[in-house]
């Protein structure tokens, strides 16, 4: 079989000429004699790799130099518990605004360090908008505000960045970083999992203002304190090496084709024809979220039944476009449309889309 | 350049026909369309790898079913936090043998959690040795004991499980998992980061005998609760699921080849070969561990000078065998030797060694 369309919400689709290059090396990298994922990770070769990565995703992103940049192990969940370690002392009030799933998820993994006090909550509204501003009611002393970027499930996306005063802005931007031009400055600290616009799942990417470093946060092991990743260049242990690699690539590939800016216009354009599509199909296919927070990331529509909805999905995956399946949670159908996903991906589902409905509507 | 002896002592050397079959797969694994690296945890198809990975590590170690399986991100490291925070209560007495630098790691991620006795410490003998079992001041209210199965750095095995009493024994196996045949009835919690016997870096396993996860532990974040990961299948979070199917085809590898007990064959012979060659050159390698504790996975070893070091370092790569520098910490030259290098990987670094002694000697 040739390679599909890819709508995966994560671990998703990566570039067929990044997983091209990790082929052809996969059994000898650089003419070393061995693989990249064979190698020391305290090695010349793989340090320049590690370091070229960093480098890489400083120019894709935008990162100060007022920021540190970790690579570290396993996804964005480990990253939601140690924040609290790291930047709120014991029981200390932090606020978390919540706009899907994963806020809710952020929350869980904190409750046990810190107080949560939920600033604002998009539940009650069935996630479907993001809570105004004006509304939110952020705590005087708060050690730090945190949000989701973008809901994978949910499909709702900040448009803008909030402006939450002294404390600094944690964000969870797992599912639409790089994605556009993004102000870091705006921010304490900027987390995402790889396995979405970055590269392969295994590796997570933390960005972090130095300053916050320096607060003490609570007892916790050496390997959950940034500081110490942070002063071992992320390798206070092994990293995922090949996981790392392959982000660089992927690094390497978004600044080849154009950088955010690029990726910026292509994800607009993709969104567009897809919301398109269902706004066009006269309430065949519905999306519920409200327009000025739809996520250009993850867009989750539904069918008028079940039955139509199986069958969009198993005709979808015969026609080429993989992974369509809305997520439990919610059910329907979910297109993810990230930097990878070419926009011929997102022309080829709106035209089954239609397809689909003139067949069955 | 043609693929090397690679005789790193983490990430290390992988089997060549299961890179080959990585490689062969990358693009399109199994037909679906897309890379194993692109497509969800959750589908039917990744879970299929994930279990096939966990029945076959079941079948190539013996472990018993009241045992748990965890396949997590991350190396042995996290793990090591994680065992204060599962399995004792804050401030609980635990106790330590430290017979190398990776034991003195394990007991710096549970210091803010746990009282730390230290109940053997063989650095007074510059870890050439393991203590005595009966010298050891277990403690009578310990939470568990932990030892170090292989220092990797300063290549010291334990030959036998040693008897501990009532408190469970935790190992770190991380460098010598599956290398010999292991009965997994007598430890409480054995660990392994993937990186050097079992596959790629960024997996670890962890083998919890079951009515352990019934301990309260200590507050936690929800992802640092093993109770969590092993009522989810360790899908908790995304997993790091190519380094898990990669791992799952090194298990596949080593069942072919005639399981653990082949490999300890092998482990024994490749071993033997170079400890000879060490010991039969009249002084001009030297290793310093006693006899009956040496490393089959790690052997240092020490040349006359820091010069003729170097020179053995360059020239031994130039001649195809890789990685052979020492740990920073104690200098000097480290073959290690875990399942995937092969036979004659020693044999020709044996060889080698011979030739420079007589051109140096």
């Known amino acids: 079989m040739t390679r599909a369309y890819n709508f995966s919400a994560g671990p ?15 059994l000898d990298w650089n003419g070393v004699g061995a693989s990249i994922v064979e190698i020391s990770h305290r090695s010349a070769e793989f340090i320049a790799v590690a370091s070229r990565a960093e480098a890489d995703l400083r120019k894709l992103i935008g990162i100060p130099e007022d920021y540190a940049v970790l690579f570290l192990s396993g996804g964005a969940t480990t990253q939601q518990a140690l924040l609290a370690l790291n930047f709120a002392a014991p029981g200390q009030v932090v606020d978390y605004v919540v706009t899907g ?6 929350i869980r993994q904190v409750k046990p360090y ?7 909550d998009g539940e ?9 501003r004006a509304g939110w009611q952020l705590s005087p002393d708060a050690a730090y505000v945190h949000i989701t970027a973008n809901e994978t499930i949910h499909g709702v996306e900040f448009r803008d960045t909030p402006d939450v005063g002294t404390a600094p802005l944690f964000a969870d931007f797992s599912s639409s970083i790089a994605s556009e031009p993004l102000d870091v400055s705006r921010y304490g600290v900027i987390y995402a999992g790889a396995q979405k616009n970055l590269g392969p799942v295994g590796v997570a990417v933390v960005i972090i203002r130095r300053d916050l470093l320096e607060r003490s946060g609570q007892p916790r092991a050496d390997i959950f304190d940034y500081r110490s990743h942070a002063a071992r260049d992320s390798m206070l242990n092994t990293p995922p090496t090949w996981n790392w690699y392959l982000a660089g690539l992927v690094f390497q590939w978004m600044l080849a084709e154009g950088g955010v800016e ?12 897809v919301y398109q599509a269902i706004d066009g199909s ?14 250009r990331m993850n867009i989750p529509f539904f069918l008028p039944d079940e039955t139509l ?4 999905v198993s005709e979808s995956k015969d026609a080429g476009l993989l992974a369509l399946k809305g997520h439990k949670a919610v059910g329907g159908i979910r297109a993810s449309l990230y930097n990878a996903l070419p926009v011929e991906g997102a022309q080829a589902l709106v035209a089954f889309m239609r397809d689909f409905q003139q067949r069955n509507g």
Chains 1, 2 share one sequence.
């Open 282 to 295: 006269g309430g065949f296919y519905r999306n519920h979220v409200a327009p000025a927070v739809r996520s």
């Open 12 to 26: 998703a689709t990566l570039p067929e000429p990044v997983l091209r290059q990790a082929q052809a090396e996969l």
């Open 262 to 273: 690029e990726f910026a216009r292509r994800n607009a354009l993709k969104s567009q024809l």
């Open 309 to 312: 909805t199986a069958r969009f």
């Open 124 to 132: 009650p509204g069935g996630f479907r908008d993001i809570p105004p």
């Open 114 to 120: 810190v107080t949560v006090h939920v600033a604002a």
């Open 101 to 106: 799933h994963w806020g809710k998820t952020a």
